[in-house]
């Protein structure tokens, strides 16, 4: 199969841009967004309600008719493959777009959760990690977590009503809608 152009889908005046990082082989042949057979994107939103039947990874370019884009960011997917990792690029990435933090926190944890287990499952099974140093940090994250030092008991949460966007300055809570 010949290898085609990655294409984002994308269009004026959507409702929600999922951006993915890292795809599969075949949605990169067949240049189709999540079109790996094991890939439930599209069960995922239909179940949720943002489409009004299952479509079939093909059919990704008619999508912005229902206010929903795709977008590959490839830069994270290679910062997450060079062992720097996702969160912070992409905490870096909510702040440049104005966005509260406090929003995008649950949901890259969520996805800091799902997505670690799944990934270290290949190198354990290669054994191409290194054991010593993981049996050291778990005896010393142990060790602190059981004596718990006095530097870590000074450490307090920064109150929400501190926390302000990088675009407005203005200090926000949780009810405040997010910035777009």
């Keep these: 199969m010949p290898r ?13 841009v999922f951006v993915g990082y890292n795809p599969s082989r075949l949605a990169w042949l067949t240049g189709h967004h999540y079109a790996n057979p094991g890939n439930r994107f599209y069960h995922l939103l239909h179940d949720a309600g943002l489409t009004p039947r299952r479509f079939a990874p093909a059919e990704c370019r008619d999508l912005p008719r229902l206010g929903i884009g795709l977008a ?6 290679v910062l997450m493959m060079l062992g720097i990792g996702l969160y912070a690029p992409c905490m870096i990435l909510v702040y440049l777009l104005g966005m509260r933090p406090t929003a995008a926190f649950p949901i890259m944890m969520g996805s800091c959760a799902f997505l670690m287990p799944l990934a270290s499952v290949r190198f354990i099974r290669a054994g191409s990690y290194a054991r010593n140093a993981i049996i050291g940090m778990l005896i010393w994250s142990r060790l602190l ?5 006095p530097f870590f008991s000074q450490l307090r949460p920064t109150p929400e009503a501190e926390l302000t966007t990088p675009t407005s300055k203005k200090p926000f809570s949780s009810d405040q809608p997010i910035a777009a």
Aim: proline share 4%.
């Design 4 to 16: 085609r152009r990655w294409k984002d889908v994308l269009a004026r005046d959507l409702d929600v």
């Design 72 to 77: 590959g960011n490839f830069v994270l997917g």
């Design 145 to 149: 977590a059981i004596t718990r030092p």
